[in-house]
């Protein structure tokens, strides 16, 4: 039996060789189907004859090419020609795949190729892959952290229409074509978009590659020249009173979106896509008149929504206005507005020392004060120091009052700095100085359309003097609803909200008064020298 069969394959079914029976046919067949049970499982290729091209190898063979090397064992060598033959001809050089094998023989005779990855040992695989799953759930999560701050970045890509192809024709099993030729389309609204994570394409040490599955509710006005009601002038070879007719169509769509995130940044940006809209993704569409039926029923529901508690429809606007007024939002970001406004007041103060001194030196003997300004600013950035401290000729003394003279004046603009506001309204793009940079607080405009049910995202973000995102955030709108029974008894319903997420957005903004902070502390450490130079004086 042990001769068919090894010891630690019978140990491993249960059997102790030490107390083996004589029953061998029992035992053989018990490990013969736990083999062919792993071999079930695994449901593995198996790469047979028909693949090897016996000229290819003896080719290799006389001109002593891997795995043939030359000596009197090379005729041992043919196994492993026949592998490394194989899995050339199965996997050409293209398809990537794992090879486990510890022969330099076989290595090489598969071929300096790229695709081929080779493992000394299954151990060394199963490492290799725990490390890539442990990386794919490492990007899976940052980026689940991190897209539902650039859902509003999508939803204005969707809103531009190089980003949108509608297909109002469709054809029927028999080549029937029916539908509309639309010759031009406008977004109309862009509502309710959603993302998650479909798949991580490519991972690095500092990018990353995913695809997301994304859905939205998107409304648009879709143009067609009506030629079934124009008439054709044969003569003329023209059709007359050919109009131009619009319809509106609802859809609910799915796309996919390729994004690229930065691990180092932790940031996303998003690659541009196309979106089409088609008979498989409309819901419902109407022909847009200048019918007055509709307006009438629109005041309607907006009375029956008011009468439930709800605002009505043409009115959200005001709702997220009014409610703007009394957030935390407006509160946390004003709060670091005003602490931005104090720190801009410390310019016009460092200011005045400046000014101070330069009225020392030009009242005083100004070569005895330039020389205990350089023996004080000596190691100062930017400082024009001189060659000789002792002995500071007329030259550098110019261009030493030329420098204070130049700081006076750099500190006065910083200290004209518009202060911002005490309120902001959506829509606003406010300006924040940082020294001579400028940075700008975006804040989004809603669209202006809100239907039962919608949500809607005002995208908020901070951009610096070379225009990248810096910091995100965004306000949801929610539409509320409330649905009744054929009895008219009230079920399920959704209340108006509005939630405010800018968390990052204040984290930005204290970025920038921490900066501030910064260089005023520099600035001071200056001034006071100067300070002490002139009570001197």
């Known amino acids: 039996m042990l001769k068919i069969v090894s010891k630690g394959l019978l140990e491993q079914i249960g059997v102790k060789t030490?107390?083996?029976?004589?029953?061998?046919?029992?035992?053989?067949?018990?490990?013969?189907?736990?083999?062919?049970?792993?071999?079930?499982?695994?449901?593995?290729?198996?790469l047979d004859l028909s693949l090897i091209d016996l000229n290819d190898i003896v080719d290799d063979y006389f001109d002593i090419k891997p795995p043939f090397e030359s000596g009197e064992k090379k005729r041992k060598e043919f196994p492993d020609a026949f592998i490394a033959n194989q899995i050339r001809k199965r996997f050409g050089k293209d398809e990537v795949i794992a090879i486990v094998c510890n022969d330099n023989?076989?290595?090489?005779?598969?071929?300096?190729?790229?695709?081929?990855?080779?493992?000394?040992?299954?151990?060394?695989?199963?490492?290799?892959?725990?490390?890539?799953?442990?990386?794919?759930k490492n990007v899976f999560q940052e980026i689940n952290c991190l897209i539902a701050n650039y859902i509003p970045e999508i939803q204005n890509m969707l809103k531009n229409e190089d980003c949108v192809e509608v297909h109002g024709l469709s054809y029927d099993k028999d080549g029937i074509e029916s539908g509309f030729d639309y010759s031009d389309i406008e977004v109309v609204s862009?509502?309710?978009?959603?993302?998650?994570?479909?798949?991580?394409?490519?991972?690095?040490?500092?990018?990353?590659?995913?695809?997301?599955?994304?859905?939205?509710?998107?409304?648009?006005?879709?143009?067609?020249?009506?030629?079934?009601?124009?008439?054709?002038?044969?003569?003329?070879?023209?059709?007359?009173?050919?109009?131009?007719?619009?319809?509106?169509?609802?859809?609910?769509?799915?796309?996919?979106?390729?994004?690229?995130?930065?691990?180092?940044?932790?940031s996303i940006r998003i690659i541009p896509f196309k979106v089409t809209?088609?008979?498989?993704?409309?819901?419902?569409?109407?022909?847009?008149?200048?019918?007055?039926?509709?307006?009438?029923?629109?005041?309607?529901i907006n009375q029956e929504r008011e009468d439930l508690g709800l605002y009505s429809l043409d009115r959200y606007a005001d709702y997220l206005d009014e409610n703007l007024i009394e957030s935390s939002f407006m509160d946390d970001i004003v709060g670091k507005f005003e602490k931005i406004n104090k720190l801009y007041e410390e310019y016009e103060k460092i200011a005045i020392v400046y000014d101070?001194?330069?009225?020392?030196?030009?009242?005083?003997?100004?070569?005895?004060?330039?020389?205990?300004?350089?023996?004080?600013?000596?190691?100062?950035?930017?400082?024009?120091?001189?060659?000789?401290?002792?002995?500071?000729?007329?030259?550098?003394?110019?261009?030493?009052?030329?420098?204070?003279?130049?700081?006076?004046?750099?500190?006065c603009k910083l200290s004209e700095q518009g202060n911002l506001p005490d309120n902001f309204k959506y829509g606003d793009t406010i300006e924040i100085h940082n020294g001579l940079d400028t940075y700008q607080l975006n804040i989004g405009e809603f669209s202006g359309i809100a239907e039962a049910g919608d949500q809607e995202d005002i995208g908020l973000s901070i951009e610096d003097h070379e225009g990248n995102i810096i910091a995100r955030g965004r306000v949801s709108l929610t539409v509320g609803y409330i649905e009744f029974d054929e009895d008219g008894n009230a079920g399920n319903g959704l209340a108006d909200s509005i939630e405010y997420y800018h968390g990052d957005i204040v984290n930005g903004l204290e970025t920038i008064a921490e900066s501030i902070q910064k260089d005023i502390t520099n600035e001071w450490s200056i001034a006071k020298k100067f300070e002490v130079m002139i009570a001197e004086e």
């Open 105 to 136: 023989g076989l290595k090489k005779a598969c071929g300096n190729s790229q695709n081929h990855i080779f493992y000394k040992t299954l151990g060394e695989l199963y490492n290799a892959i725990n490390i890539q799953e442990t990386e794919y």
């Open 356 to 411: 101070e001194l330069l009225s020392v030196i030009k009242e005083a003997e100004s070569s005895e004060v330039i020389k205990k300004l350089s023996f004080a600013l000596k190691d100062v950035e930017g400082f024009p120091t001189p060659h000789n401290i002792n002995d500071i000729d007329s030259e550098e003394q110019e261009e030493i009052v030329l420098w204070v003279d130049q700081s006076y004046e750099r500190l």
């Open 277 to 300: 809209l088609n008979e498989d993704t409309l819901r419902d569409w109407f022909e847009i008149t200048e019918d007055e039926e509709n307006d009438d029923e629109m005041d309607l």
């Open 190 to 266: 862009v509502k309710n978009v959603s993302c998650r994570v479909r798949t991580i394409d490519e991972i690095t040490d500092e990018i990353a590659w995913a695809t997301l599955l994304g859905t939205v509710d998107m409304e648009v006005a879709c143009s067609y020249e009506d030629y079934g009601n124009a008439i054709w002038d044969s003569e003329d070879k023209a059709y007359f009173y050919l109009e131009t007719r619009t319809n509106l169509e609802k859809h609910t769509v799915r796309f996919a979106v390729r994004i690229e995130l930065n691990r180092n940044e932790n």
């Open 18 to 46: 030490d107390l083996l029976l004589l029953d061998k046919e029992k035992y053989q067949e018990k490990s013969l189907d736990v083999w062919r049970k792993f071999l079930e499982n695994l449901n593995p290729e198996i």
